[in-house]
């Protein structure tokens, strides 16, 4: 299992596809691990070398003492490119990896050519949603809340049309270790860019799913608005539009990193 022994952390990681040209990363969601990128994987890796990685907390990557920084979530995924002497790459990151690739959009404009925030926002959530979710899971564990998790990144239609992979889903999402979750939600908690990304000089694309209850598509239409260079596409989805509409998604990433 390869991985990048740091100063305070383990980064689980993933490469294949493609050799040459450049590298296209994907960063995961709370609660995911580099798995929740499965369905468009083999679309993706046809065309470019993929690295997906487990962030911080999540996944078989180790789980520092929380709480977590955006700063150290971005870090982390620079300290990776580093290790594989991948100096600039593509960047796809959805939800919390999403608010992460926004971020290094900002803060390491050098290292990445194109830029894709899926269902997310700039500002995810509000700081008292992020303190109550920390205490529920503190109290509760992750069991109860991957089913409710499950409920909000599915729509009713595809969980009933795939009920074998709503349990891969809910699966992921409760082996997730409490404090890594909670140490992320911190991360969310504390973490507003929306006086920021306008700052991103590099295409974007920005991805929003219409049934998406957590970062809904006005959230990614006010990422889209602020950002020079940007296209905007929406899924007939909820919050996991590269599960749910995988082939949609793979198909709108590759036209976009192709143009």
Known sequence: MPTLETGDVRLHYEQSGAVDGLVLVLSNSLGSNLHMWD???????KNFQTLRYDTRGHGNSSVPPPPYSIEQLGGD??????????DRAHLCGLSLGGLVSQWLGIYAPERF?????????ARIGTRDGWEQRIAMVQSSGMDGLALQTVERWITLAYREQYPAEMETIRQMLAATNPAGYCGCCAALRDTD??????????PCMVVTGTHDPATPPSDGRAIQSALRDSCYVEFDSA???AWEKAEEFAGAVLSFLRT
Do not use: Q, Y
Not at 77 to 86: A, G, K, Q
């Open 113 to 121: 050519e194109r830029l894709i925030f899926a269902n997310t926002a």
């Open 39 to 45: 369905k468009v994987l083999p679309s993706l890796e």
């Open 77 to 86: 995924l620079l300290l990776l490119m580093d290790h594989l002497s991948i």
């Open 193 to 202: 860019l929306r006086g920021e990304i306008s700052a991103i000089e590099a």
């Open 239 to 241: 919050h996991l539009s």
